[in-house]
């Protein structure tokens, strides 16, 4: 089993719609998670960290699941500018503060 | 504010050749640095990262090797490059505190032809 995994995608989705991506991870120890945007041949970019109460940040809202070992992001009112992949990242338990990602969903937003 | 530096952009190289990548980060000290590389269509591979000075824990083995000569710059070689060296390599810099997010310099784009 891979330490984070994500569905690859593609979603494609209406302008407007709600759309929700999760991410599992396989080491119940996992200390910190995070979200990030990558469009296409840039760099990721850190969308946001996911705590254990959840958080909201306009219209993203992630969440974590330690029981079931999963993260969500949640895309409400999508936009056309949206359209990118999302990162899922995992800090394992050790040394060095390294992050573990998944290998991204696609979302595009059509009109 | 923090930024981080990471040139070239992108780079075109024959097999057999030498690799130097730079990564460079401001208005920040100790931090931690990573360097990652992104394979057309693939995820993030963790290649290296150090904590301070000298310090380099390699994650695979590989044709590569890196160094951090210096506090805020962390660099990234390889005596002769193979064709599976090609990909996109992304320089990384965290706080030493845990529950932060990597912040990525701007990426190499590196084929090796």
């Known amino acids: 089993r891979k330490e984070v995994e994500q569905d690859p995608g593609p979603f494609n989705v209406p302008e407007g719609a709600t759309v929700a991506f999760n991410c599992t991870y396989s080491n119940s120890a996992s200390q910190s998670f995070f979200w990030y945007r990558q469009d296409c041949r840039k760099e990721p970019k850190l969308l946001m960290s996911?705590?254990?109460s959840g958080n909201e940040d306009g219209r993203f809202t992630a969440q974590l699941n330690r029981a079931s070992q999963y993260i969500s992001l949640l895309i409400r009112d999508s936009k056309l500018s949206d359209s990118a992949t999302y990162l899922c990242a995992v800090k394992p338990p050790g040394g060095g503060n390294k992050l573990t990602f998944g290998t991204g969903t696609q979302l595009k937003v059509e009109l | 504010s923090q930024t981080i530096h990471q040139w070239p952009a992108t780079l075109v190289q024959p097999v057999g050749s030498p690799l130097s990548l730079e990564c460079t980060v401001e208005?920040?000290?100790?931090?931690?640095l990573y360097w990652y590389r992104q394979a057309a269509g693939r995820g993030l591979q963790l290649l290296f990262y150090s904590v301070g000075i000298g310090q380099i824990s390699s994650e695979v083995p590989q044709n590569l090797s890196a160094s951090r000569p210096q506090d805020r710059q962390f660099i990234l070689s390889s005596k002769k490059l193979l064709l599976s060296d090609s990909g996109f390599y992304l320089c990384?810099?965290?706080?030493?505190?845990?529950?932060?997010?990597?912040?990525f310099g701007s990426g190499t784009r590196l084929t090796v032809v």
């Open positions: 990384a810099w965290t706080p030493l505190t845990d529950r932060y997010g990597y912040t």
């Open positions: 208005g920040t000290s100790n931090p931690n």
């Open positions: 996911v705590y254990s």
